[in-house]
């Protein structure tokens, strides 16, 4: 199995990599998409609670932490990838990283909905189902903050049913790869 690698771009761990096996359906953010998002969030970060749904490589979220998130719950299904994850926090020292081995629909029907995140990174993989999925989830289980942010990454060409009360700020284009932020507004 192949191992690759993506450097943190900003914040206390800038340059450091987070390396991960190569896993079905995994393509970690690129640095420009990365760098762009972060832009976008950089008044957002500091103090917020994150979710990484999808974790993969977990790049959104390390960044995120990286950036002063007060925490960050990874959920992903891949074991061996979970494993990559747990490596990544110990070697950056990431105690306020949560690694949750799960399916991430599962997960989202079975949390305690009192949890509410500030931050939800969704990049789920394509060709699937699981973006409107996750969304309705998150909506229906309560577990947006009153004025959470969630990114949306997904193929070019998807039609994405997002929910009502989500407001798109911002969106590009990199390739085939659509990413959008989204503002929860009721």
């Not at 998150?138 to 989500?166: F, K, Q």
Request: aromatic share 8%; hydrophobic share 40%; glycine share 10%.
């Amino acid at each position: 199995m192949r191992t690759d690698s993506c450097r943190i771009i900003g914040g206390r761990w800038r340059g450091r990599k987070v390396t991960f096996n190569d896993a079905e359906g995994l393509r970690p953010s690129t640095d420009r998409v990365r760098e762009t998002l972060f832009n976008w969030l950089q008044a957002y970060v500091a103090g917020s609670r994150c979710l990484d749904l999808f974790a993969g490589s977990g790049v959104l979220g390390f960044e995120a932490l990286s950036r002063g998130a007060a925490d960050c719950v990874f959920v992903e299904n891949n074991r061996k990838t979970v494993a990559g994850l747990r490596q990544n926090a110990e070697s950056l020292g990431a105690e306020n990283a949560e690694i949750i081995q799960a399916d991430a629909l599962r997960w989202l029907r079975e949390t305690e909905p009192g949890q509410r995140f500030d931050l939800v990174f969704l990049d789920p993989p394509f060709a699937s189902s699981l973006l409107e999925k996750s969304a309705a989830g998150l909506e229906s289980r309560g577990l947006l903050a009153e004025d959470a942010l969630v990114y949306v990454e997904h193929a070019r060409g998807d039609e994405v049913e997002i929910p009502v009360n989500w407001q798109c700020l911002k969106q590009k284009k990199a390739g085939q790869v659509i990413y959008r932020l989204y503002a929860k507004t009721g």
